[in-house]
């Protein structure tokens, strides 16, 4: 990408870091409003039983207790609503079961709120809280979505037969792909369970909801990943106040992972109770909350077979999914397991037969909806796996049949993107190059020979690759409605040169930690030509810019940056017809490069800050143009970016205990252009950890109670710092040739490419000791590994 004052590429210190590490950044629950007021919720230790019934006398009368909300209290207003509709195979409407915000009638997993205490301190919210008797009568549970469409599984919601939320399937039919099997001369199985993730951010969830009487206006401080559409669905569908009457905040987030995308009960609850108390009223999740009440993702019951000829060709793929959404819709709950999911699976090969065959069902279980990949994991996970077991089934090198399969290089421009089998037309790739990067790094050939010494000396030595593809920045608008989508996918970004040559930057996307203050000011400043300090970064606060779609999905530099590019492009064309007016130039002679309008051919320029501080003070102004230099603009993508890259894991298994120490993780990854390198490397690493953190330590448990056995920092394991080696990272660019800014994304790649290639590296340290184990459930935990090695024949 050409650049116009030297900024991008530049590994720029992250300047919002500042307020950060001297602990002046400002949360939500660092929030303390005039009069300020408290909510503590009633939770359901069940996870399914009617309400008898609610008794508050005790609790109403606690001390500094303000007012007590039931279920009942809300029933008439509309539950949380879902944005994404998939509907079945046949045609029929998905079923939307209602998100009650306070539960009257049902509980459907552990955590569903059946009370909301607001008082004057949270202790005291909290001592009445506990004194609010409930009584239930406990039904029967069902927590896997396999065994939740059986005939005679407890019944989820009345009017949802079977559980069955929807069936859905893309590709090539099943008739189709099952005469390419009848062809094939090796088929690879395999049935796993892509297990539950909890996303821990390490702020949790916290609202902060006032109502202004004298404007009758709300404002509601969030900590959200994207304001304005949580202003929307609140507003609109559940509360039904004039979007005009509502403000939403999001400050300082503390990290999100998808599970802060999600609108939630508690949003709308402390709103409409604002208004209703007549103070503001803040809740902040306890964590023990946030681990039965966030939305959680992945949790997958899959079985998928591979079909290849005799020389390692893959024939075709085909995949029956059943997706937890557990007892209830999350925001995009939807649309996971299925358009990020089920359009991944041609994956970087040529295979010419897909069937993939997803049902989404309800569980008694936490609501589940986009974790970090949100998707493209759970589909990477499924082809990796299969690849390098057909591998090892085969007798095949796992990077040779790879390379069988790979697509061929294209750039998408002197050449149209590569059609899959499964909708996704993919933007620019050179698969094979980062598969040759990562070889080289390793040292491939010699540690085959390091892992057959290993192997004669007793040790297990195993190395696992993952060659994946994402699709991020989602869809142009258009495509998303036809595929279900109830909201637009476009982003706004908002260039406001003040008269000092100064710039504000407006962006509809969302920062909770990506370092958007930094990137987004490099793409200014280069374009610009003037110094990243004269440039100031808004976002979060719905009043204070146009309507615009936050952050998730890896969009904000693609969508959202190529937004504020727009209106760059505007400012300097506006720029040159005031520079040409002033330097008494024709418009179309004009350059603009480092900070000045030249007139082309000559030493004849004005400075960027004089342009400015004309387009204000217009006494020499062109007679036909309206003072100012501020421009709006909206960007709608015309394509999914796709990044893609190469990880390998080196572990050692040790044969007596089957604990798993991993030697070398290796991460050769193309986001095509890359704005500030040093945030990308970040952002690689903290998705890899995340990744590996799914492959050997994470994942929620529930009994068939419906309990999370799990539920806290004592039992949910997540990696710590010195369970990880030092990552060796590299990368490769294929620039995207659908944006300004050749862009692809990169905040998601780790947690895609790490998982599938930790889970390979122990696999094959099992086989290379003998022991022809196919799978082990993740986390792949010592006691799992051992148990597969006992259960192996060698």
């Known amino acids: 990408m050409s650049t116009m004052n030297g900024m ?7 300047v919002e870091d500042k307020r950060f590490v001297t602990g002046k950044g400002k949360y939500t629950d660092d929030i303390i409003l005039p009069l300020q007021t408290y909510a503590y919720f009633v939770r359901s230790p069940y996870a399914h039983a009617r309400i008898v019934n609610v008794d508050t006398g005790a609790a109403i009368d606690m001390p500094g207790v303000l007012a007590i909300y039931t279920g009942k209290d809300v029933e008439a207003i509309n539950g949380v609503p879902c944005g994404w509709q998939v509907n079945f195979k046949n045609g029929d409407t998905m079923k ?20 909301m205490v607001v008082a004057q301190t949270r202790e005291q919210a909290k001592d009445a809280a506990q004194m609010v008797m409930v009584d239930y009568e406990e039904l029967p549970v069902v927590v896997n979505a396999a065994e939740a469409v059986k005939p005679g599984a407890p019944q989820v919601h009345a009017d949802v037969p079977n559980n069955i939320c929807y069936d859905w399937e893309l590709g090539n039919s099943k008739a189709e792909v099952d005469q390419a099997m009848l062809e094939a001369a090796h088929i690879t199985s395999l049935e796993f369970v892509n297990q539950r993730m909890i996303a821990n951010a390490i702020e949790p969830r916290s609202y902060n909801a006032f109502y202004d009487e004298a404007n009758e206006k709300y404002t509601l401080y969030t900590s959200t990943q994207d304001p304005h559409l949580i202003r929307l669905l609140m507003s609109a569908f559940v509360l039904g106040i004039p979007e ?83 007892a209830y819709l999350g925001t995009f709950g939807p649309a996971v397991p299925t358009y990020l999911y089920g359009t991944l699976m041609q994956g970087l090969y040529t295979t010419p037969k897909i069937n993939v065959d997803v049902t989404g069902v309800f569980t008694n279980t ?30 095949m090198d796992p990077a040779d049949i790879r390379f069988k399969n790979f697509v061929p290089p294209f750039d998408g421009t002197n050449q149209p993107g590569y059609q899959t089998q499964v909708a996704l037309l993919y933007d620019s790739g050179n698969y094979e190059g980062v598969l040759r990067k990562g070889l080289s790094m390793l040292g491939y050939d010699d540690f085959r020979k390091k892992q057959q010494e290993a192997t004669r000396n007793g040790k297990l030595l195993g190395v696992g690759f993952s060659t994946y593809i994402e699709a991020c920045g989602l869809a142009p608008s258009a495509v998303a409605g036809a595929l279900g989508a109830r909201a637009g996918l476009y982003e706004m970004g908002q260039v406001r040169v003040q008269p000092t040559g100064k710039v504000t930057i407006y962006t509809g996307t969302h920062a909770h930690g990506q370092g958007h203050e930094t990137t987004f000011a490099q793409v200014v400043a280069d374009r610009l030509g003037i110094p990243m300090a004269d440039i100031e970064i808004v976002h979060g606060d719905s009043d204070s810019m146009a309507f615009g779609m936050g952050t998730y999905g890896s969009r904000s530099l693609a969508v959202g940056g190529s937004a504020i ?71 709608d993508p015309t394509n999914f970016t796709y990044p893609f890259g190469c990880h390998i894991a080196v572990v050692e298994v040790d044969k007596e205990t089957g604990k798993v120490e991993l030697k070398r993780f290796i991460a050769v990854d193309d986001v095509g252009n890359i704005i500030n390198p040093m945030i990308v490397e970040g952002q690689i690493h903290g998705g890899v950890a995340q990744g590996i953190g799914q492959a050997l330590f994470e994942g929620a448990e529930f ?20 369970d990880l080696p030092m990552f060796e990272t590299t990368n490769q660019v294929t620039p995207c040739p659908h944006n300004p800014l050749g862009a692809k994304g990169a905040g998601e790649a780790g947690t895609i490419g790490a998982t599938p290639a930790v889970v390979n590296a122990v696999i094959d340290a099992l086989w290379s000791g003998g022991h022809k184990v196919k799978d082990i459930r993740m986390p792949l935990t010592s006691e799992r590994v051992w148990r597969a090695m006992q259960a192996s024949v060698n």
């Open 8 to 14: 991008v590429g530049k590994s720029v210190k992250r």
């Open 96 to 115: 939307e079961p209602k998100h009650p915000l306070l539960v009257a009638d049902k509980v459907r997993h552990v955590g569903d709120a059946v009370a």
């Open 244 to 326: 005009h009457k509502v403000r939403v905040i999001g400050p300082d987030v503390g990290g999100g992972f998808g599970s802060k995308g999600d609108h939630y009960a508690e949003e709308a609850l402390l709103t409409w109770a604002s208004q209703k108390v007549g103070r503001p009223i803040k809740w902040t999740a306890e964590r023990s909350e946030s681990f039965v009440s966030d939305a959680q993702g992945r949790d997958h019951v899959t079985k998928a077979e591979m079909g290849f000829d005799k020389e390692g060709k893959i024939l075709a793929l085909r995949v029956k999914t059943y997706a937890n959404q557990g």
């Open 366 to 395: 936490t609501v589940v909806d986009a974790y970090r990949g949100a998707g493209r994991p759970e589909a990477t996970y499924l082809l990796e796996r299969l690849i390098d077991l057909a591998a090892l089934e085969m007798g």
């Open 565 to 635: 590019v727009k209106s760059i492009d505007k400012v300097i064309e506006k720029g040159k017809k005031i520079a040409a007016h002033k330097l008494e130039a024709n418009a179309g002679d004009m350059e603009f490069a480092n900070g000045k309008f030249t007139v082309k051919g000559t030493d004849k320029s004005i400075s960027f800050g004089d342009v400015a501080l004309t387009a204000y003070v217009p006494h020499v102004y062109p007679a036909d143009l309206e003072p100012g230099l501020d421009f709006t603009s909206f960007y």
């Open 703 to 722: 009994d068939s109670n419906g309990q999370l056995t799990n539920a806290s920092y004592m039992d949910y394991c997540m990696p710590r710092a010195d």
